[in-house]
């Protein structure tokens, strides 16, 4: 085996408690070839415990996985095909405060939703900028996956103002898709679902079985669908299955109430589910630790992997993932970020075209796409002005007074 067969996938953000699971998800595949996982990391001390029970992982695997890590990011991406974004800028600590901070003003506390996914994108685009330039020199072919949150708006912002091959990959719509088939008894491979919309931010409209669309006979038993996350009334009106983010949307009242009664919010609690994962790493010689599985880090077996895999071997599989609109969608900007059933082959992506959507959906999603592409914009270009038009379109702000005292708490530049 020559070096030159290995392929090699570098990891942004490798020092993350979950990484292992992406080496277990690896491994599981027999369709895999030849590859070397690149951890790179910032912090030297957690990104050597991470990886060494990375390595212990994969040392007999039956086709080569080879685990490095790196601190030095220029040698992490050199020689990358592929490459996973999962940074998260300024660790839990910054998504507990996104999660905490919007309630003072009446609203919800969210990492992806809100003004508290907002602060999460101001923060994290100028890294994953910074990061792109990197990529542009090092690595300008490699593809990279995009996991870190918000993730339309990290992408928006890659393919906005840098020259990046990105892909935006979420495990949400599989979630939402095999709890629907597993309610109708149907294997989930023998469904097709019309998905319209963008990340954490969609529907699901048709559910197509040999020719006949089940979504009538589904909306008749909406109590069965798992973990329905808005009222039956309101999924019946518009006419589809809706994404669990949905419940910010039709019901920000009721989760400003709970959210008003929790004293932690759930950043806080991966806080110290994620130092008890550390210490269990260093004691447990590469035997992953019981409480990983708490992390539910589906998102590797279930889209990471998959497509990484349906990528390299040509497989023209479909996924619902986040690609840049063109004209796939008639009634959405062409430069916007949209989530759709996407053809995977080894050139490139093919988004499908939805069927037809309610025109209020169009409408949601549209503002929405409109509000993610004018915040990237006015946080790369710090403009103030655009940032008080664009927290105004927000769904969660009601008025200018709010929309300011926000802007006030977190306008600031380093």
């Known amino acids: 085996m020559h070096m030159a ?42 990104l050597e415990k991470v990886a060494a029970t990375c390595e212990a992982l994969s040392k007999d695997a039956e086709i080569p996985l080879k685990v490095t890590h790196e601190t030095n990011l220029e040698k992490g991406l050199a020689g990358s095909d592929y490459i996973l974004n999962q940074i998260r800028v300024g660790g839990y ?9 919007p309630k003072q003003f009446g609203v919800i506390g969210e990492e992806t939703f809100g003004p508290g996914g907002m602060n999460n994108a101001k923060r994290t685009i100028p890294v994953v900028l910074e ?31 840098s020259s990046v091959h990105i892909v935006g990959v979420c495990d949400s719509p599989v979630g939402i898709c095999r709890g629907i088939a597993k309610m109708l008894g149907i294997p989930y491979k023998d469904l097709w679902f019309q998905y319209v919309g963008m990340h954490h931010f969609g529907w699901i409209t048709q559910v197509m079985h040999d020719g006949k669309d089940l979504m009538p006979s589904i909306l008749n038993k909406l109590d069965q669908v798992p973990g329905l996350p808005v009222d039956a009334e309101i999924a019946m009106a518009i006419g589809g299955i809706p994404t669990s983010y949905f419940k910010y949307y039709f019901h920000s009242n009721r989760i400003f109430e709970t959210q008003s009664q929790q004293e932690h919010v759930r950043a806080e609690q991966l806080m110290e589910l994620e130092s008890k994962i550390m210490g269990e790493y260093a004691s447990k010689n590469g035997a992953l630790p019981d409480s990983l599985s708490k992390r539910g880090a589906h998102w590797y077996g279930e889209i990471v992997v998959p497509v990484m895999l349906a990528h390299a071997n040509g497989t023209n599989e479909v996924f619902t993932l986040n690609v840049t609109n063109g004209d796939t969608i008639s009634w959405m900007p062409k430069n916007a970020i949209i989530e759709t ?64 005292g926000i802007l006030e708490e977190i306008w600031e530049f380093e």
């Open 5 to 46: 067969d290995m392929k090699k996938l570098s990891v942004l953000g490798g020092s993350s408690i979950a990484s292992p699971i992406l080496i277990q998800d690896l491994l599981a595949r027999n369709d895999r070839f030849p590859l070397e996982v690149c951890l790179i990391g910032r912090t030297k001390p957690k």
């Open 131 to 161: 990061y792109c330039k990197a990529i542009e020199q090092h690595s300008p072919d490699a593809l990279v996956l995009n996991l870190t949150n918000p993730n339309s708006f990290i992408q928006y912002a890659a393919t906005r103002y």
């Open 93 to 101: 600590k910054a998504r507990a405060y996104d999660e905490r901070f």
């Open 341 to 404: 059933p996407t053809v995977v082959t080894r050139h490139g992506f093919v988004p499908l075209q939805p069927g037809d959507t309610p025109t209020d959906l169009q409408a949601m999603v549209r503002l929405n796409a409109t509000f993610e592409m004018l915040w990237v914009e006015a946080v790369v270009e710090k403009d103030y002005e655009k940032a008080l038009r664009v927290m105004m379109l927000n769904h969660l702000v009601h008025d200018l007074d709010t929309a300011k």
